[in-house]
């Protein structure tokens, strides 16, 4: 039976210039600071990471990035690198998330040589994947899913599973900013960690598959966090729109934590 350390990761996204993210980090580190049994990330943008990389050194928060690219140098204008990432302590990256593949026409191929590319680096994939509302309405959510793991996964062997992290992140939970926005059901979610975890199992074997973290993310909050965190098969969480304010996450990691 699987039975592992639940991860509660804030993806912060476009939000929170320097002072305010430090500030956020400052806040967040005396909130969190007897959490034991849950690993908690913060994932700010680019701009802010060294700066909160900083401020959480010697705490129990760990740094991650939204993005990068899978080269370690180069003409890529706009772009950073994972050994940037590296470089100001990062541990975690956030890649093919939903608004990267919808917004800047991410596919699974350059996913996939970002998933290598981290893994070879030595940056832990927190790697994304999930269905959109027009494809769960025609019933896809099972196809969308493991043609986005099979694809995403390429070349990916069972060993360095143990550093890859999975975020069911269903498009339609998504809260896009909207406070008020419907999360996928406690059962919808644990439904889609069972397929992911079974089709795991599928491409690897199924001791893989047990020991690897699946996380939900859309529209978590202080509200549903319990409810989410108890189902079967679900990990931890990676949260959006509530990961801005330090003391509603601070409730989320606490829900993690029982
Ligand atoms: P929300 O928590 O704002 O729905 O965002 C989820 C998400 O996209 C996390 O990566």
Known sequence: MHQMKKLIAANWKMNKAVPEAVSAAEELKKLVKNAKNAEVVVCPPFTALEAVGKE???????LGAQNMHFEGSG??????????????????????HSERREFFKEDDMLINK????????????????????????????????????????????????????????????ISRGDPNHKAATSKDAEEGHALIRNFLSIIFDRKTAENTRIIYGGSMKPENAKDLLSRKGIDGGLVGNASLNAKSFAEIVKAAEN
């Not at 959480?56 to 760990?62: C, T």
């Not at 832990?124 to 493991?146: S, Y």
Request: one cysteine or more; hydrophobic letters at 35%.
């Open 114 to 173: 970002k998933v290598a590319s981290a893994l070879s680096h030595k940056l832990k994939p927190i790697l994304c994947v999930g269905e959109n509302l027009e494809e769960r309405n025609r019933h896809w959510t099972q196809e969308v899913l493991e043609k986005q793991l099979n694809n995403c996964l390429q070349n990916v062997t069972k060993k360095q599973m143990k550093n890859v992290t999975i975020a069911y992140e269903p498009v339609w939970a």
């Open 56 to 62: 959480l050194k010697k705490s129990n928060i760990k």
């Open 75 to 96: 003409a890529y204008t706009g772009d950073i690198s994972p050994l940037m990432l590296k470089s100001i302590g990062c541990e975690y990256v956030i890649l093919g």
